[in-house]
């Protein structure tokens, strides 16, 4: 399984280099690790223009990373357009390593792309009971939050659930406590 690295959870400066592992890099400039890695670009869910979307290609494309991280993607019908339009032309770029990360299974068009998906995003509490509909073998899995001493049988569980690239970490994303509190309100 290949191992994918969220900004939030980064490998330790004696990780071996390999074709296996992947590092998400918040902003294009220094680069942490000689691993391959991968641009993030946040989709807003659907809700960023394309002329800010396509900016950031051509940002990482100048960066020279191997390839993007469609972070925040939608997953419904409504933005398989925009998301096929922004995976065309960064291939045309030569950015052809795309990860589409929704964190929740896509509609079935997202399939043609031709792009690795990240079906489940989300923390260890959530993956255990996760019942994995929608999901194909091969697609990613995100585990954040998982205790130390259970991150052998998270990763075990990421295996028997078919997933190809992911990571299980006792890392776990910034929360912007403004953005929470509105979500409460």
Request: charged share 20%; glycine share 12%; aromatic share 8%.
């Amino acid at each position: 399984m290949k191992t994918l690295f969220p900004p939030y959870a980064h490998p330790s400066h004696e990780l071996e280099l390999d074709s296996d592992t992947w590092i998400v890099r918040e902003q294009p400039g220094d680069r942490r690790s000689l691993h391959q890695s991968l641009g993030r670009i946040d989709l807003d869910w659907g809700g960023r223009s394309l002329a800010d979307v396509l900016a950031d290609v051509d940002a990482w494309r100048a960066d020279g990373v191997e390839g993007l991280f469609l972070d925040r993607a939608p997953a419904g019908s409504g933005g398989v357009g925009p998301v096929a339009l922004t995976v065309r032309l960064a291939a045309r770029r030569g950015l052809h390593r795309v990860v589409l990360n929704p964190g929740v299974p896509t509609h079935p068009l997202y399939r043609d792309l031709g792009v690795r998906i990240c079906t489940f995003e989300g923390p260890w509490s959530s993956y255990q009971s996760w019942d994995g509909d929608g999901v194909r073998p091969g697609d990613g899995h995100i585990v954040y939050g998982v205790p130390a001493p259970l991150l052998t049988a998270a990763r075990r569980l990421m295996g028997r659930r078919g997933a190809g690239f992911g990571l299980a970490t006792d890392a776990s994303p910034r929360v912007n406590t403004e953005q929470a509190g509105q979500a409460a309100a």
